[in-house]
């Protein structure tokens, strides 16, 4: 240990729990090379809690973990060539998301070798797919093209050489590249509706279309890949047909579609192929916990793998028919694990002190049955019964969901005292295309009206304070919590809003293009098309009737919700003279480093302690 790692030890040491949650190690899911397995790259937190890309050698520990990266804003998205030869990163300015892939010769330290790895001029990235001899499938997108995606190569003297694939001005992405190269998988949206893509397979030599699926408006499909085999034409594909997730093996070549029913419950959000093909490893969603399985593709004989509890963040198949799964569960910090229950790779540096496990609730709503997650604070035996204060953390996405996994910050409000609620309201996946697609009648409303319910589900049944509730979100949740604070002032306390929309109009105007997309498939159109709709959804709308103090954290270089129309909705607070204070921080949609974290969960529950002084801070 250095004395540089010693001294951190020591201070941390010192800090309160919920700080020590927070700069504990973390570690992502290894990436592992096709033809040299024992090479492997993932993004782990350095000694100065910095979130960065590191070279690991299979089953050398967290000990092995040796730093790629080192960038002030640190660094989340990488992938590994097939010959474990080259790392790729995604190098962008301050968060900004705008930037340009580079690679360096694996093993090396930060600046080691590094290169601009396309020679393409900086884009948002729309995916990346590497295959054998320097092949490379790279998508970007920006404002004036839409989508581009490129098809690179090298020739023996490493000289490189770049043709375009693809263009279209809507939303699309890379999802998957063929094992002997010669096909490409393209997700797009070209029918104007990014929620719910089509899949297109075309040949690498010219771009030429080769089969498609769509399955109609509304019936989304996605790609998990294709099968590991020179050859073979089989990819594994996500779709909606009857309502839920399920999977399908697609044979491109003979354009013929299995689906795969499955005898569990729940939805398919992931899938990956065993090294034979022969089976897939696939990961549902059902009721707030992703569960692993193996599946026998020929006769869809499932095994189930690991805990039933908790969730499994990602997984991957391995050379020997194992696998990796990346899993934590809402009192167990996350690690990387193999089937059998055996620990793979643990995060470096302190480990993360435990915290409470979530208790399921479910609440009466107009669009069905609801489902959240409630945290309380224990006593010496069981959980507080209350009325405790109360925080509810609104979820992103919207397209994402709550589940029962670790995170620091749900765990930082229990140790004060708080109860915390996560609502997986209409709008959220996991539970049905039909649960998952009901905000689009009335975006922001629709939502709120199941978050809503549950607070007063809770504050009936005495757990909340209904004079203590404190609305809180970020992204898409920190858009629902200020359109929250003023559809319903009179049942907040308080507000905290990170990264919102604020001002629909504005953002729009300023976000980056694949938002543009989204929200014109969410909307049914643009402002200029449909004004009435953005009006009806925007915080911006019914700010005058918000009464709570609300803090708002924004991103200096944020492309998603851009700070210009922060500022617009902030102007209208001063000019009522509302309480209210601005976090700016210096990166884009969040952040990567601890200190900045720790900052602004400090921010957070300092603003709560001086308008509920009934609760305490440390």
Not at 116 to 133: F, I, K, N
Not at 273 to 284: F, T
Not at 288 to 300: G, I, K, M, P, Q
Not at 323 to 334: D, Y
């Amino acid at each position: 240990m250095t004395s540089s790692q010693s001294n951190v030890d020591s201070a941390l040491a010192h800090a309160p729990i919920w700080e020590q949650r927070m700069r504990a190690g973390r570690v992502g899911l290894p990436d592992w090379a096709d033809d040299a397995p024992q090479h492997c790259v993932v993004a782990a937190t350095t000694p100065d809690g910095v979130l960065e890309i590191h070279c690991w050698d299979a089953g050398s520990g967290p000990g092995g973990l040796r730093q790629v990266t080192s960038r002030t804003e640190g660094t989340s998205s990488a992938t590994i060539s097939p010959d474990g030869l080259w790392v790729w990163w995604f190098d962008d300015t301050d968060g900004d998301e705008l930037g340009v892939w580079r690679r360096q010769p694996y093993g090396t330290g930060p600046g080691g070798g590094v290169e601009d790895a396309t020679g393409l001029p900086a884009a948002y990235s729309a995916g990346l797919a590497l295959g054998r001899g320097g092949l490379a499938v790279v998508g970007g997108s920006d404002d004036e093209h839409g989508t581009r995606i490129h098809v690179l190569t090298r020739d023996v003297d490493g000289g490189l050489h770049s043709r375009l694939l693809y263009s279209h001005p809507e939303d699309a992405y890379v999802a998957g590249l063929s094992e002997d190269g010669s096909l490409v998988l393209v997700s797009h949206s070209e029918h104007g509706d990014s929620r719910h893509p089509a899949l297109r397979c075309v040949r690498t030599c010219d771009g030429s279309t080769v089969a498609e699926v769509w399955d109609g408006p509304g019936k989304g499909v996605a790609s998990a890949g294709f099968a590991p085999a020179l050859g073979d034409g089989r990819a594994l594909v996500l779709h909606e047909r009857r309502g839920f997730g399920e999977l399908l093996i697609w044979d491109v070549l003979t354009g013929t579609q299995h689906e795969l029913v499955l005898p569990i419950p729940g939805e398919v959000a992931d899938a990956d192929w065993s090294h034979d093909g022969r089976s897939a490893l696939v990961l549902v969603d059902h009721q707030a916990r992703t569960r692993a399985h193996e599946v026998e593709l020929a006769s869809a004989v499932v095994e189930p793998l690991f805990r039933t509890h908790g969730t499994v963040h990602a997984a991957t198949t391995l050379r020997d028919h194992g696998a990796w799964l990346l899993w934590s569960s809402g009192s167990t910090p996350p690690a990387v694990w193999d089937p059998a229950g055996d620990l793979v790779l643990t995060p470096p540096g302190n480990r993360a002190p435990p915290s409470v496990d979530v208790e399921d609730v479910w609440a009466p709503g107009a669009g069905g049955s609801i489902h959240a997650l409630l945290r309380r604070p224990r006593g010496d035996i069981e959980p507080l019964s209350g009325p405790l204060p109360l925080v509810i953390d609104v979820h992103g996405g919207p397209a994402a969901h709550d589940a029962d996994s670790f995170r620091p910050l749900p765990a930082a409000w229990v140790d004060h005292g708080f109860a915390h609620l996560q609502v997986n309201y209409r709008g959220s996946t996991g539970y049905g295309s039909s649960w998952r697609d009901a905000l689009e009648a009335r975006i922001g409303h629709i939502e709120l009206e199941d978050v809503v319910a549950v607070r007063d589900h809770l504050v009936a049944t005495g757990v909340a304070d209904p004079g203590r509730v404190v609305l809180s979100g970020a992204s898409w949740g920190g858009y629902l919590t200020l359109l929250g604070l003023g559809l319903y002032p009179d049942r907040w306390a308080v507000g905290l809003a990170a990264v919102p929309v604020a001002d629909y109009v504005a953002a729009y105007e300023d976000e980056m293009e694949a938002l543009k997309a989204f929200d014109r498939s969410l909307f049914g159109g643009s402002p200029d098309q449909v004004p009435h709709r953005y009006r009806d959804s925007s915080p911006l709308t019914y700010v005058d009737q918000v009464t709570a103090p609300v803090l708002i954290l924004a991103g200096e270089n944020d492309p998603r919700c851009p700070i210009r129309q922060i500022e617009n909705y902030l102007g209208v607070l001063v000019q009522r003279g509302m309480p209210h204070e601005l976090y700016r921080f210096d990166a884009g949609h969040g952040s990567l480093v601890d200190d900045e974290r720790v900052r602004q969960t400090r921010a957070e529950l300092g603003f709560v302690a001086r308008h509920l002084p009934s609760t305490a801070t440390s």
